[in-house]
């Protein structure tokens, strides 16, 4: 019988199946860090439990980690009783801990691959919901609850509920990699299925435009899968993912045996039916900016910020969602895109701080300075991606042009440390999500790629990274 990658991959990692109910997973890696696990630790002592596979269990601190300096002591009292919490919780269950002061230490769906972890044909979860992000590796990897974490660490399977298959064919050819990248293919699918167009399913990208892309950009694409309302994305591993993967720190052994197997097993058969499918053309796609409060209110930079009815097209709730949102990123309808001026400018999160993303967005900056209106900052996804980068000297570049350069981990993606946006502050951000306070109380955030947020840097306002001049 015809399979999907993602039915491989599930039914590979059935322990035990009910009929009209969820099946139990075994999963291959489970990753952890300071804010979602805590929890999960308590429930361990209280019921007098071990973790089960403590060899298959990494931690990291990303989220609460101060960017600027690693000897800042952490100010929030909460953010500092986690970071202590995961390092005794790690300590106390045998758990490796790559902590503020390791030189892998890094936002978790970052180093997961970087350090040969993230597998193909392999099931990866941690409480984090972009763990999809590994899901560009051919791996079955999702967020999970608190409450998940524990059964987890307990028995090294979780129940789950079956999902469907969805099939999203990238047609067409890019012609402008430089300007038109993943973050753009992936906000223009999330601004036409919407934000609930993957409720249900795994998505699995498929085509030439997404072979032609590479690991760290399919990476980007998967990452933003659940703003689709997708539980995971997926692509099928090629030779680009087995070269990638091949002399990481915790790459196996056995590597090239499994890279055999991989070869042949973890595709989708030619006949294999998918319960959703939506098609792309990337051809006349331009760089994307978001407007609204959701991934999916989005517009081409050439555009402009549409009115409530327009976006709607008859929809009274979608209006109502609309007309708040533009009041809250105090837009109005029918404003150039170009005309939004920004005062902060966050190269960074999981979405967009990998090497590749940084020089980039290095070549649209480099000979240029920031606006003096603007604030800008580049986040490092990881201190191997810090290494690399400085390496190549792309940190003199971006502090050449102004913009402060920052140690690694989440940083303003998600407000939870304290790079933050204040009240009224507009940003041009490579993060993941636009939601109201995301990135601090009343800021206002607009998602774009790192190219576009560089570009925005350099002349205070959104600009069409095709017509600036690129050193």
């Not at 939506?278 to 006349?284: A, C, G, I």
């Not at 081409?300 to 009115?307: G, R, Y």
């Not at 300075?369 to 201190?383: D, E, I, N, Y």
């Not at 407000?415 to 993941?432: H, V, W």
Request: proline share 4%; net charge neutral; aromatic share 6%.
């Amino acid at each position: 019988m015809s399979q999907t990658l993602f039915e491989k991959i599930w039914e590979s990692h059935v322990v035990v199946e009910k009929e009209n109910g969820p099946s139990l997973l075994y999963i291959d890696r489970h990753l952890i860090h300071e804010v979602t696990s805590p929890q999960a630790f308590d429930g361990l002592r209280m019921k007098k439990r071990k973790v089960r596979r403590p060899d298959l269990t990494i931690a990291t601190m990303d989220h609460n980690v101060p960017t600027s300096k690693r000897t800042l002591q952490i100010i929030d009292q909460t953010s500092a009783i986690q970071i202590q919490t995961l390092e005794k919780n790690c300590k106390e269950f045998c758990i490796k801990l790559f902590d503020m002061n390791s030189p892998y230490q890094g936002i978790v769906h970052v180093i997961g691959p970087q350090l040969g972890i993230t597998l193909p044909g392999t099931t990866i979860v941690c409480g984090d919901s972009h763990t999809s992000t590994q899901g560009a590796f051919g791996a079955f990897a999702f967020g999970i609850g608190t409450s998940d974490i524990e059964h987890v660490l307990v028995s090294q399977t979780l129940w789950l509920e079956t999902l469907k298959p969805f099939e999203i064919q990238i047609e067409g050819k890019i012609r402008n990699p430089f300007a038109i990248t993943a973050k753009d293919i992936i906000l223009s699918i999330i601004k036409n299925i919407g934000t609930d167009g993957g409720i249900g399913t795994v998505i699995e990208y498929r085509g030439q435009v997404i072979t032609d892309l590479s690991m760290e950009q399919r990476m980007t694409i998967c990452n933003m899968s659940v703003e689709a309302g997708a539980r995971a994305g997926l692509i099928a591993p090629d030779q680009k993912t087995f070269d990638y993967l091949r002399g990481r720190k915790y790459t196996p052994k056995n590597y090239e045996d499994l890279v055999e197997l991989w070869k042949d097993d973890l595709k989708s058969d030619p006949n294999a039916k998918f319960e959703k499918s939506f098609r792309l053309n990337v051809d006349d796609i331009a760089p994307q900016v978001s407007w609204g409060t959701n991934p999916a209110m989005t517009s081409d930079v050439t555009e402009t910020v549409p009115s409530p009815e327009e976006f709607a097209k008859g929809d009274e709730i979608q209006q109502k969602n609309v007309e708040k949102a533009l009041q809250y990123m105090d837009l109005k309808p029918g404003t150039d895109i170009t005309d939004i001026n920004i005062d902060r400018v966050f190269i960074g999160s999981c979405t967009n701080a990998r090497l590749e993303d940084l020089i980039e967005a290095s070549k649209v900056v480099k000979g240029k300075k920031v606006s003096k209106k603007v604030r800008a900052m580049v986040v490092p996804g990881s201190q191997m991606v810090k290494k690399e980068a400085e390496k190549m000297g792309l940190d003199k570049i971006f502090k050449e042009a102004n913009f402060d350069w920052r140690e690694s981990g989440c940083s303003m993606c998600l407000g939870m440390n304290p790079d933050i946006l204040k009240p009224g502050e507009r940003c041009a951000s490579t993060s993941n999500r636009n939601f109201e306070g995301r990135q601090g109380a009343g800021g206002r955030t607009h998602l774009v790629s790192p190219v576009m947020a560089a570009a925005a840097a350099i002349v205070g306002h959104f600009v069409d990274v095709r017509e600036m001049e690129i050193n």
